[in-house]
């Protein structure tokens, strides 16, 4: 690797790996399987021909490239379940602190963690998230919204009406 080169990957490194592990832990993978496939997406950063060198674009690159990883992941445990008849591994997250840990965030799907995250925790737009999720630019601005009226819905106790 190059020295300039080298610089740029030691500079996305250190600023995106926190984020991704996180992204990945609060998708659903476990600890440890979000610091393997961060590595794997880095790594693939590296060996990608083409990789873009700008900082929001290589960060949409890195997202795309874990999200791709974990999905192939968890198909492969699905197959390895159906095939052995065994329990899956443990895909979740460790406990946190606060709204992450408790019911109405572990209660969204993966899919609705992941966008919520991606728009709130990543500040991604629409778009960006479209890339990363392979969606439609439409479909994340629809399922964004569910997705948060789903969580709110979780978090506001409901009202009992007076008798």
Same mark, same amino acid.
């Given at each position: ?7 740029? +990957? ?33 790594? *693939?950063?590296?060996?990608?021909? =083409? ?7 290589? *960060?949409? +690159? ?6 791709? &990883? ?14 052995? %008849? ?10 946190? %602190?606060? &709204? &992450? ?12 963690? =992941?966008?919520?995250? &991606? ?21 994340? *601005?629809? @399922? ?6 789903? @969580? *709110?819905?979780? @978090?506001?106790?409901?009202? =009992?009406?007076?008798?």
């Amino acid at each position: 690797m190059t020295p300039p080169r080298f610089a740029a +990957f030691a500079a996305l490194y250190a600023g995106q790996q926190p984020a991704l592990w996180a992204y990945l832990v609060r998708t659903g993978a476990a600890a440890a399987l979000a610091e393997d496939l961060a590595q794997e997406a880095f790594i *693939k950063w590296l060996d990608h021909a =083409q990789a873009p060198e700008d900082p929001g674009a290589a *960060k949409a +690159f890195l997202f795309t490239t874990a999200t791709r &990883l974990l999905i192939d992941r968890w198909r492969r445990e699905r197959r390895y379940v159906a095939w052995d %008849d065994s329990t899956p591994a443990n895909t979740t997250a460790p406990p946190a %602190d606060g &709204l &992450l840990s408790s019911g109405p965030w572990t209660a969204l799907t993966p899919r609705e963690r =992941q966008l919520l995250w &991606l728009a709130h925790a990543e500040e991604f737009t629409h778009a960006e998230i479209a890339q990363v999720t392979g969606l439609a630019p439409a479909s994340v *601005k629809v @399922l964004l919204s569910r997705a948060r009226q789903r @969580l *709110k819905a979780r @978090l506001m106790p409901t009202e =009992q009406p007076d008798d």
